[in-house]
């Protein structure tokens, strides 16, 4: 039994995200941010909940011990409310929920999406000159060691992490 935040259904895998339980308001929030998610995770079984109202107030002293009520939005109360009152770990990545779920001396995780988010490109660089060119779609796949030569001087072009 674990309570998943928003960002969990945006990233996750359908077969992670099943079973798990999360807010009837999260529904509303995944339609605004992304229809065609929304329309995924509509097939899919999850345990949606209102959270019940005394476990709201709960999460909202909870919030207002660790300071950080005024920065949560209501979805993020309710999802609060339900790893509170169901006593499930949450998963989250938003440190204001973090923080109020370690008050509450409950259990959270990262959703884990950072990697996801820090998106690099990759181009190829010259070992001599320093000249780039954009990857060609039929390079063939090596870990290391150079692609090709280059156009400008003959040397070696190596895939570089693309500056910016
Ligand atoms: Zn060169």
Do not use: F
């Amino acid at each position: 039994m674990r309570v998943l935040d928003t960002a969990a259904l945006l990233y996750w895998p359908a077969s992670e995200i099943t079973h798990g339980i999360c807010s009837v308001s999260q529904q509303v929030e995944l339609e605004r941010v992304s229809p065609q998610r929304y329309m995924l995770i509509n097939s899919l079984e999850i345990d949606w909940r209102i959270p019940d109202p005394s476990w709201i107030d709960e999460a909202r002293n909870r919030a207002a011990e660790s300071g950080d009520l005024p920065r949560l939005s209501n979805v993020d109360i309710d999802v609060l409310a339900l790893a509170i009152g169901l006593n499930a770990p949450l998963y989250t990545d938003d440190y204001r929920l973090q923080n109020a779920m370690q008050m509450a001396g409950l259990e959270t995780h990262p959703v884990g999406v950072k990697g996801a988010k820090q998106v690099w490109q990759w181009e190829l660089r010259c070992s001599g000159c320093g000249s780039t060119e954009p990857v060609p779609a039929d390079v063939k796949s090596n870990r290391s060691g150079p692609v090709k030569d280059c156009v400008s001087c003959g040397a070696p072009m190596m895939l570089k992490r693309k500056k910016r």
